[in-house]
T-cell receptor, first 115, second 115 residues
Framework: GAVVSQHPSRVICKSGTSVKIECRSL??????MFWYRQFPKQSLMLMAT?????????EQGVEKDKFLINHASLTLSTLTVTSAHPEDSSFYIC???????????FGSGTRLTVV | AQTVTQSQPEMSVQEAETVTLSCTYD???????LFWYKQPPSRQMILVIR??????QNATENRFSVNFQKAAKSFSLKISDSQLGDTAMYFC????????????FGKGTRLHILP
């Protein structure tokens, strides 16, 4: 089946620094990728939709300049949390859509801790 | 805007019993997809079952089946012969194809299978 690889699985960074999270579709070309944030014991909140070769579409209330999304190829999207603060600590999950079957596959998530 | 409502925050059942998780949604669309996703403690999102709205037949996947009532906008999940490994968060989700393609999640139901 379709596989999406997300790295790193865990990252700890200092306040004020930036951290990049990668999301790769391993065996299909993902024209669209999605980035979610999940707080403990809560649902997934969509942050942005990433389309290959174009600017990401951000959901209302999500800061574009803080959460930079790049979708440079059909198999790779990256989320960069810039100038991270402790309140950015969360679980981030990516999802990739396979246009051949409308299937959505999720990465295994990244636990970000900002200290 | 589409919304997904899961009215049961938490449920517990004995192993081997049957359990039904409720989900309702609100949309003005006629063509859409509905999903049930499972999120075990590992936090990996796993697709349990998918239903296309144009199909009248309820989707089934082994011990998992849905009761899709389009007019009532209801999409419940039935787990038969529940197993300890079914313990997880279950999210009901909605997607409108050929639009923004983003998946909207409900708040989830935490299911405990008791030995």
């Amino acid at each position: 089946g379709a596989v999406v690889s997300q790295h790193p699985s865990r990252v700890i960074c200092k306040s004020g620094t930036s951290v990049k999270i990668e999301c790769r579709s391993l065996d299909f070309q993902a024209t669209t990728m999605f980035w979610y944030r999940q707080f403990p014991k809560q649902s997934l909140m969509l942050m942005a939709t990433s389309n290959e070769g174009s600017k990401a579409t951000y959901e209302q209330g999500v800061e574009k300049d803080k959460f930079l999304i790049n979708h440079a190829s059909l198999t790779l999207s990256t989320l960069t949390v810039t100038s991270a603060h402790p309140e950015d600590s969360s679980f981030y999950i990516c999802s990739a859509r396979d246009p051949t079957d409308d299937g959505y596959t999720f990465g295994s998530g990244t636990r970000l801790t900002v200290v | 805007a589409q919304t997904v409502t899961q009215s049961q925050p938490e449920m517990s059942v004995q192993e081997a019993e049957t359990v039904t998780l409720s989900c309702t949604y609100d949309t003005s669309e006629n063509n859409y997809y509905l999903f049930w996703y499972k999120q075990p403690p590992s936090r990996q999102m796993i697709l349990v079952i998918r239903q296309e709205a144009y199909k009248q037949q309820n989707a089934t996947e082994n011990r998992f089946s849905v009761n899709f009532q389009k007019a009532a906008k209801s999409f419940s999940l039935k787990i038969s012969d529940s197993q300890l490994g079914d313990t997880a968060m279950y999210f009901c989700a909605f997607m409108k194809p050929q639009g923004d393609d983003k998946i909207i999640f409900g708040k989830g139901t935490r299911l405990h299978i008791l030995p």
